[in-house]
């Protein structure tokens, strides 16, 4: 799998402005990519902030966002998601309504919408053909922002749907890597699968070695300041789980005894519910927005 797609747009003579906002309580890193030949723009993998223990959602993370792309006159076209996230709740929807612009996500979600529908036991009006998503990306597939060619890389392992996006010399990765002295995201939730997850990262290590890739999340190991920009050439030299040419078998069983270690993320709950649904909360008989907790599920 390490071969890139053919039609993925690799144009390292194009650099789109990247403005990344930072969400403390959960690690993430969210973007605005702006063509630099237009007003157009595309924000990736938002934020919605939720209160789990009082049940109260807010937006102050995507408010921010928001203010930027009006203050700076931007046009927004595309909503994407890297992936169903386990850790965060995206705010795609509450942005959508106020700017515009299409959600898109790998066609996988039809994977995790079904495995994770089971899970929370939800009954048949829960539609899982991805309807609640503008566009189902697959592999390869391109779309614009502004004068700008992005194209969608299916990168699995973490989850089914994970998708890395290439716009110009840049690509943002999702939860396939970490910064080089993080590693690699975890691939034990359902769907996920070690070998799957180093196949992908190969893939995002065969882009040029000059490509800027963006990260979901940094934690900021051993205390250094949070970071979320490196590049190819440095994830191939120093990243600690797939740097040096660590094989495949190596990597597999390093992975699997660090996630048997791990507790499941904070927010996975809120988390699964909210994002299969493209940032929808889950409403009751009722209508009232309401969560399911799981109980041994998970």
Not at 49 to 59: C, K, P, S, V
Not at 231 to 254: L, P, T, W
Request: net charge negative; aromatic share 8%; glycine share 10%.
């Amino acid at each position: 799998m390490t071969h890139l797609p053919e039609t993925l747009p690799v144009d390292m003579t194009l650099t789109p402005e990247v403005t990344a906002f930072f969400d403390e309580p959960t690690n993430t890193i969210s973007y605005v990519v702006k063509d630099p030949a237009s007003d157009a723009c595309a924000v990736i993998d938002s934020v919605m902030d939720i209160d789990y223990a009082a049940g109260r959602i807010t937006h102050d993370g995507a408010d921010r966002i928001i203010a930027f792309i009006r203050e700076n006159n931007l046009r927004l076209e595309w909503l994407i998601e890297t992936h169903v996230h386990a850790d965060h709740l995206s705010a795609a929807p509450y942005i959508q309504q106020a700017l515009g612009g299409k959600i898109g996500i790998g066609e996988n979600i039809l994977i995790v919408q079904d495995t994770f529908g089971k899970i929370f036991n939800e009954g048949t009006e829960f539609q899982r053909d991805g309807s609640q998503f503008d566009a189902l990306f697959k592999d390869g597939d391109t779309y614009m922002i502004g004068t700008m060619q992005a194209g969608a890389m299916h990168t699995p392992g973490h989850t089914p749907a994970c998708m890395t996006h290439v716009v110009g010399d840049a690509a943002f990765v999702g939860d396939t890597l970490f910064m080089p002295d993080g590693g690699s995201a975890r691939a034990d939730f359902p769907g996920g699968d070690a070998g799957t997850l180093y196949d992908s990262i190969q893939r995002v290590l065969a882009l040029p070695d000059a490509m800027r890739l963006f990260m979901c999340h940094d934690y900021g190991p051993g205390g250094r300041d949070i970071r979320w920009e490196t590049s190819v050439a440095e994830q191939k030299a120093d990243n600690i789980h797939v740097g040096g040419g660590a094989s495949r078998e190596e990597f597999v069983r390093m992975r699997e005894e660090r996630d048997a270690t791990l507790a499941m993320p904070r927010l996975i709950i809120p988390s699964l519910q909210v994002n299969m649904r493209a940032g929808e909360v889950p409403r009751d008989a009722s209508g009232r927005p309401m969560l399911k907790v799981p109980v041994n599920a998970l």
